[in-house]
């Protein structure tokens, strides 16, 4: 599992006049998908527009209306979605801008929450980071995605076949469900990395080798751009609940309530899973050590044994006149003897140390 | 002693709409128990009831009565206290859900609690942890439990033979008496743990081995766990204690105070455990280099002495023809003195060096 | 210097109802003492009472009442206090509970407040902890201790000869005195860790050797232990100082304020205490890395000067038939010249490498 | 990529009376360059004057007026500027002393702000710090630069072209123009360490050298040096923010919000990186004690197969008289064969070891 | 450099009546010093005075009248400055307790601060710590010192001289004046703290010795006591700056702002220092590992390319009878071949492996 970094280049922006639209992130030549979804507890209608013009007169009417736009190269489009409905040239800016950390703003008119949408991609094994933004109006809710595909499907059953409360709630229970369905996607996420961890654990038991060590650092880099992600959803979804906005219904407040005890949640797991993985690190250099222990004891064992009996070797292998030893009739055996005995009474000293 | 963990998926969830009661934990098949307990200062009545709806009734009566539900894989007995006692479908969707935070929730009418009841079983020698969710209305009380037993037998104790003050006191203090319950086993948890870190610190220091490092390990994660059980219950009890609610009485508050000051002399004990756990591994770490170094002094000392040696046995094993030395009569007893001196010399140095 | 800790087993009242008196703590059976000092500007009478109602009618003086109770094991002795007082039974049960947490209650009619002396016995070199219990009423000061003994004899003496301001004051001036003397015999414990922590910092650089790592590690316990102590007294006399009960004259806040700023520097000196101490341990552990260093040094330098040359030994024992050196006239002078060469310029080798 | 530390002596003023003016930094021969901007939404000019005297009768027009000040080193225009808009002397002083924190000082009447501009200069591959003092009066601006060259010279094009909406927006959006251009410029640094960083992450992973820790360890240094310049930011940024100073119109907040967002990005970004190198020195750190493990373990596998080789070959190279092996017909090669089995039964034991 | 510690025995006043004049610091002989300086901004005066009384009358005048008393053992003149100026108790208490924490208080007729100056002296290269108490009054600033020498000297002559403002302000610009020199001085010390940390870090690349470690730790102890000097400092300037006393004119307060912004720059570059050092201490311990390591490496390339070939030495040097090879006329040559064969094949493993 590795995380999918965009090059997402703010210094292009530097020296740029504030509220220039410029889109950064990775440029895409598919066509922008705009869908419009209107709803009232009864009627419900469900379209792909190909005009951001289209989904203008909804704007006035009292039925719910959500306008997704997937994709943000086109920035003729948000310019008018910004014209129509009011926006503030630094939220156009925000949306364009893919490198942005989630946060929530109060415009007094609508609110603007920035989040990432982390979802995990099978075909390849890696995180994909996306950010969405939501404008959310009075009976109106706006999102920006980067590119097809998201979270949010069983929101649009949910809706399509009154599924829940959503159809009987008003505007801002739809850009909760919205968030929600986001921080719920990060329990996927962070299961995965759980699993993960559990799987290095006991690697790191039964078998640590050096690829081991490099899957750890990979983790925690993956925990250290979760967190990044992670900490900043809490200061928002706190700011969210706390709101004192009018667009926000008390009806909804133990909704965000809850999406807030849920963000605390995934902050939890993150610093747990990382304090295990330090853990981990801590195992695995010990177990080096460890080894390199094992590895020296039996180089040591083996060395001074025999050293001394090479040693015992070498001086009768000397070619002086005068050595009587040599002469004896038993000095072969008594030698081989001597040598015998030196080598259990090192075994027995190791023994006693320990070692063996 | 280990941690059971239970394999909760809370992302079993995503998408689904907000409270959609689904129960996350592990799946049961034995019936749901319900117990009641009815009590005034004068009379007292319990029983087990096979249906809720029997417990309905009392709702309405001024006396206190606790309803205690074992088991929560019977969602449609979780959805008819729901509806009866007009309870949020998020609270539903939260007691429910099993791997949800410890917190404390003020809905105006009741409040709500979650804590976690950890109990320690002596049979498989871990601990267990079990959610409890407590709703507390006006004269009623009720708990949730996720399996049969638990740690309330003296408060039920209490109030059969009106023992103490319970059978005196409002709904508030029963709730308070299972909070204080649940706290109160924290502490049988912490001193297992405590012996646990006496009984690998002393092992550290007369015989570390390899398995020393994984119990230091184990219990760090034991330590991590109940860390993230623990915290939460300081806001929890802190919530508890300030809260203005009309349902805790002044005569409470004492009360709740005290369950506060346990919880934090708990996470004082577990920081500090901490702590020695981490200079536990310090220590380990450096016993081990010790060890090395002891391992390759024995090594350096044999070879440094005996290499010498060796190498002037290896000169007069030469075969060269002009070796004089060879011819003397007093050429061999000369190089084993030679020998001797240079060995001891070697000795000298090293006791010197303070290597022996 | 070693800690004294008690078998202090909280759990034993785990389920038992709040405000049952039960104490925890040594057992013992010597016979509970009560002093009572009965004080105006100008009497003054001191006295040891077998019971504890005989300082009951001393409530109603005016005169300030000082009763110290030595021992908490008789539990009636408590229960009268209490009633005759009437004190809350959670206070009852935190003064025999001799594992609380320092802390500071307001009950209004009086204040409570739990704090650790701490004594340094030099019979057998440890530090002492006990647990001391405040009550302050009005005109009445009531002091509990666990057993006889204590850092109080100066305040009698003052009390007792009318030194310093003493007798001009009045109760919460006497409570003062007795926090103030249990706080300034921490510096007493500090100064004694402080001789160690310098002798052990000498050690270290002079003659390292393992038990300096065990007294490390000894020290970081203590200090854990003290720390654990001395945080809550700043909560504590953080409180007493912001307290705005009647029973606090504005007379003895400064004097509290100056208690404040002792646990501050308390404070202080513990926590550098904690960083010269860790500061110590990679001292340690890196002249450890030293002393290997240098083992590794000599044996590689033996090694490499010695394995060459015995080499070249060995080549001339061979038993070839065609080895024409070996028929030289100048072989065995130039083969040692040889090996001299060798030996030299690895010599010189090293000590450009900086090894010698 | 280094940092150029300037000599900032501050212990040169010790002593010296409050608002004494003292250049502290580096000394400039070249002329203080001051540069005029003065604009209204139709008009506009821009003129380099020789003396500061030439921009005094613009602070009355209600145009807008930009003074840009480069080269601190003129004392006097300082000193003349502080007379004539009234300036507190401590503020002259400030911006004297280069080596000024960042922050932001209200004083009523103008608003006063300290930065750090850092650039990055291609040519010597360094980042370079210079002050900028900003002070925002009414339709004034007066900036002050310890050089000639900045990062403004977009914020002028758009002036003078009336770009953008600055030229209709008042004198506050034109100060936050020139802190929002210091702010987007650190983008750029954090993306030349990005590369770094992952330049270095990469060389980590194929070839760790001795060279790679002096470049972690350079990289650390730079990261301790930016986290110094923007913490304080954003402390400047949340106050200007927060600011009620009538000189900060409501249009220009969501600005100076934007900012502060940036500043806590950058914050964010700093710390990552933090985390980041610290993770990679422990990587290094191990993949030194696996490479030491790998060299011990050759060197172990030759000599533990060797020395005891040897040593058989040394007890045959004894003179002994009576060694009957000797004579045998099978002798020699049955001990070669001896050898063989011995030698292939240690690799089979490092085999299993998992050392080969 | 090395901190001058000084034996302060605070546990000699446990148990003493609060408010016990007790002189805790260095005993000294030499006559305490008292020199008065009495001005307006007309006039002036300045004398040394053999009697404190001789002091008492300017307390009346309108003229700001500075008393600065050199020297703490001559207790009867602080208790006569007590009385007359009708200081609390505490506050003598605190000026004779040397090891007093840097701190603020207001009592409303006066103001207390106690402060440590620093000083650097040459002749010993150490940082000696001095404590000064700071008394503002109504038109009177006393001030107490340790020892006769103090870094106010150029206070004095701006006194002397009328030199800036600070003979047409009023007495809280004098105590101001006396703090920012004090503080001013820390800059100083830190500049000397600045160059040893560079010539360590210049050391520790191009020649690190075990002395670098020594070097090292004694600069962080240095650390470690600068910042229990700084850090309360802070909070005592940040008090200093908000005080609601009257005894603070409006005019003073950016000064003492100023003070403060000192106070956080010099914990800023304090707490850069530490993290420069323990980052040294990183790279010293990892130096040493690579040195151990290439240690290690000559040892493994000798011995394993020189004991294989001393095997096959050995096995020619044997003595038996049947071996072929001894006979045949090129066998020595061909073993010779044999050998280099085996250690170039070697070396070129190692140069392979990167060793070489």
């Known amino acids: 599992m590795t995380i999918k970094r965009k ?7 530097a020296g740029l006049p504030p509220g220039t639209l410029v889109h950064i992130g990775e440029k895409k030549t598919e066509k922008v998908r705009i869908t419009l979804i209107d709803y009232t507890e009864q009627d419900f209608q469900e379209r792909t527009v190909d005009n951001i013009e289209e989904c203008f007169p909804f704007k006035e009417t009292p039925s719910i209306t959500w306008i997704n736009i997937d994709g943000l190269h086109q920035i003729e489009t948000i310019e008018k979605i910004g014209r129509h409905f009011e926006l503030h040239p630094l939220i156009l800016e925000d949306i364009l801008n893919t490198g942005q950390r989630p946060k929530h703003e109060d415009y007094e ?7 990432k949408m982390l979802s995990y991609r099978d075909e390849n094994q890696c995180i994909q980071s ?5 404008i959310l109006g009075k009976n109106v809710v706006i999102s920006f995605q980067e590119a097809v595909g998201d979270v949010f499907e069983q929101i649009r059953d949910r809706i399509r076949h ?13 850009a909760y469900a919205l968030i929600d369905a986001i921080v719920d996607n990060y329990f996927v996420i962070l299961e995965r990395l ?3 961890v559990e799987f290095i654990e006991e690697e790191l038991i039964t078998k640590p080798t050096e690829k081991t060590l490099q899957q750890i650092h990979g983790i925690k880099q993956e925990l ?5 992600s992670v900490w900043p959803l809490r200061e928002l979804t706190s700011n969210l609940e706390k709101t004192e906005s009018p667009l926000i219904m008390d009806a909804t407040k133990p909704y965000l309530r809850d999406v807030y005890d849920h963000t605390i949640q995934i902050i939890d797991t993150v610093e747990s899973f990382r304090d295990m993985v330090s853990g981990m690190l801590d195992i695995y250099l010990s177990s080096i050590s460890n080894r390199m222990n094992a590895v020296m004891k039996v180089l040591t064992i083996i060395a001074t044994i025999f050293i001394p009996l090479t040693f015992i070797a070498g001086i009768y292998g000397m070619n002086f006149k005068g050595m009587p030893e040599l002469e004896w009739k038993w000095g072969y055996p008594i030698v081989l003897i001597v040598m015998a005995v030196v080598g259990i009474t090192m075994l027995i000293y190791f023994k006693r140390k320990k070692w063996l």
């Not at 090059?7 to 292009?12: F, G, M, V």
């Open 7 to 13: 090059a997402k280049k703010h210094s292009k922006k």
């Open 109 to 115: 008119k609508y609110l603007f929450t920035v989040l």
């Open 130 to 134: 996306e950010q969405v933004s939501l």
């Open 162 to 174: 009154a599924k829940g409360r959503i159809r009987k709630m008003s505007a801002d229970y739809l």
């Open 194 to 196: 759980g699993e993960q």
């Open 224 to 228: 250290l751009f979760l967190r990044k």
